[in-house]
C-alpha cells in the first residue's frame, strides 16, 4: 500500500512539473521564475515573470517584497529587449545597456531549455530558476 | 417657527451623532500610537500578493512575521520561494536557496530605510513619520485607513503612495498597500496576529 501510495505521489509529482512552463513561446502562456543575478561585488534576487502577450515576451523583474526592478519586453521578430521603470538604481544608460544586451542572451537560453547566462566580459551571471507551482503558493 | 426649532435640533443631534462616531485624525493617530508604544512583541502570518500591471497577472506569496522591541525582526516567505529577511538590531540577514548575507545596516542606507519601513508599517510607527510621508488618516466603517504620500526623493521614486489599514477593535495594522510608479500594487494581509505573546529568541538568530 505504501508503495502504491510513493508511486501515486510520484506519477502526480511527475506530471505537475511537466505542467510548468520553462519559457512561454506561445500566445497566452506564462513562466515564473526565482532570479539570482551575481555580479562580481555584489548580487541580487528576487522573482521573474514572463508571459507570451500580443506577440512578444513581457516580463517583470522584482524582489522578494514585491518592489520592482524593471518591466521588459523582448519581440522574438525584431530579436530587441526594451526595458521599461527601470529603477532609479539602476537607471544609468550603461547599465541599461549591459541589461537589454543580457536579458536578450538569457532570453536565447531560456528558450534553449537552460537556466543560466553568464556574461565573461562583465562578469555577471543570471540564474533563472522556474518556480514550482504550489497548490496555494501561485494565484492564476 | 416651531417647525424650524424642530429641524435645527433634528439636525444639531444628527451632527452631534455623527461626530460621537467617528474619531478625528488626532484621536485615530493617539490611539494607534498608545497601541505601538505598548507593543513588546508581534507575531502573524502574512499574504502578500504582487499584482503586475504590465503582465496583467499577480504572484501570492506566504509566509510569517515576527517581530520583537527593539530592532527584531523576522519576515520569513515560506511559499512559493523560500526567503528570511532578519533585521537583528544593525545586523541584517538574507537567505535565500542560493546565498546568506549579513549587512550591516548603518553602512548600507537603503537596507536601513528598507529595514525601518519595514518594521514602522508593521507596528504603525509609519504614521510618526512627518519627514518621510505627509500622512492622512480617515475613520471607514470598520477599520482606520492611513495614507501615506512620500516627501523624500529616492521613496517618490518608488512608491506612489503606502495605505496602512488598522483594525478597529485592537488599532493593529491588518494590511498594508504599496502602490507603486509604475502602476504595480503589493498587499500585504497580516492574519493570526498574536501580540505580546513570548517568541523563542532562536527566531532572531541565524541557523
Sequence with gaps: ?140 | MKKFFVLLTVLLSFSMLISAQTLSEAQIRQKINEVASQMKSMQCDFTQTKNLKMLNDKLVSKGKMYYQQNNKLRWEYVSPYAYVFLLNNSKVYLKSNQHNDVIDVQQNKIFKEIARIMMNSVVGNCLNDDKDFSVKISDIANEYVANLSPLRKDMKQMFQKIILHFNKKNSTVSMVELVEKNGDKTVIELSNVQINSKIDAKVFTVD
Excluded at chain 1, 509529482?13 to 502562456?29: D, K, N, R, W
Aim: proline share 2%; glycine share 4%; charged share 25%.
Design chain 1, 1 to 140: 500500500m505504501r508503495k502504491y501510495l510513493l508511486l501515486i505521489s510520484l506519477f502526480c509529482a511527475t506530471i505537475f512539473a511537466h505542467a510548468q512552463v520553462h519559457f512561454p513561446q506561445t500566445e497566452g502562456e506564462r513562466a515564473r521564475y526565482t532570479a539570482s543575478i551575481e555580479m562580481q561585488k555584489a548580487h541580487i534576487s528576487g522573482i521573474c515573470i514572463m508571459a507570451y502577450q500580443e506577440g512578444r515576451i513581457n516580463g517583470s523583474l522584482f524582489n522578494e517584497f514585491g518592489i520592482s526592478a524593471m518591466d521588459f519586453s523582448y519581440v522574438p521578430e525584431k530579436d530587441k529587449v526594451k526595458l521599461y521603470h527601470v529603477i532609479s538604481m539602476l537607471n544609468k544608460w550603461y547599465i541599461k545597456m549591459t541589461l537589454k544586451k543580457d536579458l536578450k542572451r538569457l532570453i536565447h537560453t531560456l528558450q534553449d531549455g537552460k537556466n543560466e547566462y553568464v556574461n565573461e566580459k562583465r562578469h555577471i551571471k543570471y540564474i533563472f530558476t522556474p518556480l514550482i507551482a504550489s497548490e496555494d503558493g501561485i494565484a492564476e
